[in-house]
C-alpha cells in the first residue's frame, strides 16, 4: 500500500470547456490491470463541457451545487447534490453549472485504445443551456 503524492489542480482547456472548469484527480490507474480515473470536477457558474462520449460509460457524482446534463436528443437533467448520473457508453453528451458554482466526481475508465476513452467534438449552443431548454428534474 502506498500514499499517492498529490497532483496540482488543473484547469481545463478552452477546446474542450466553456468558462472555468478545474480538475483534481483522485485517483489514476497504477498498472496495466487498471483502467478507472476518478476526479474531482469544479464549474464556475455558467461554465460547461463541450460535447463528448466515453467509449466505456461514465459516473458522474453531484457533490454540491447543481449540475445540469445534457443529451443529443435535447434532453437536460438537472441533478443535486448527493446524485449520481449514469451516461452510457459512446452516448454524446454534456456538463454544466448553472448559475452558481457546482462540482462533481467524475469516475471514466479506460478504453482499450486510451486515446478513444473520451471523445471531444463541438462546444454546446446555448440554447442547450438552463433557461434555453426546459431541466427534468431528478429530485
Do not use: C
Not at 458522474?60 to 449514469?86: C, K, M, P
Amino acid at each position: 500500500m502506498k500514499i499517492l503524492p498529490a497532483v496540482p489542480t488543473i484547469k481545463n482547456p478552452p477546446e474542450q470547456f466553456a468558462g472555468d472548469v478545474w480538475l483534481d484527480f483522485i485517483s489514476t490507474p497504477q498498472g496495466d490491470a487498471q483502467r478507472a480515473t476518478v476526479a474531482k470536477v469544479r464549474f464556475a457558474p455558467g461554465a460547461r463541457t463541450a460535447w463528448h462520449a466515453h467509449a466505456r460509460g461514465q459516473f458522474l457524482h453531484v457533490t454540491s451545487g447543481t449540475a445540469y446534463f445534457g443529451d443529443r436528443d435535447g434532453n437536460l437533467i438537472e441533478v443535486h447534490a448527493g446524485q449520481t448520473l449514469y451516461t452510457e457508453p459512446g452516448e454524446e453528451h454534456f456538463h454544466a453549472a448553472g448559475g452558481s458554482f457546482m462540482e462533481h466526481i467524475a469516475v471514466v475508465e479506460s478504453a482499450d485504445e486510451p486515446a478513444e476513452s473520451t471523445v471531444w467534438k463541438e462546444h454546446v449552443a446555448d440554447s442547450f443551456l438552463p433557461g434555453g431548454a426546459s431541466p427534468r428534474d431528478s429530485r
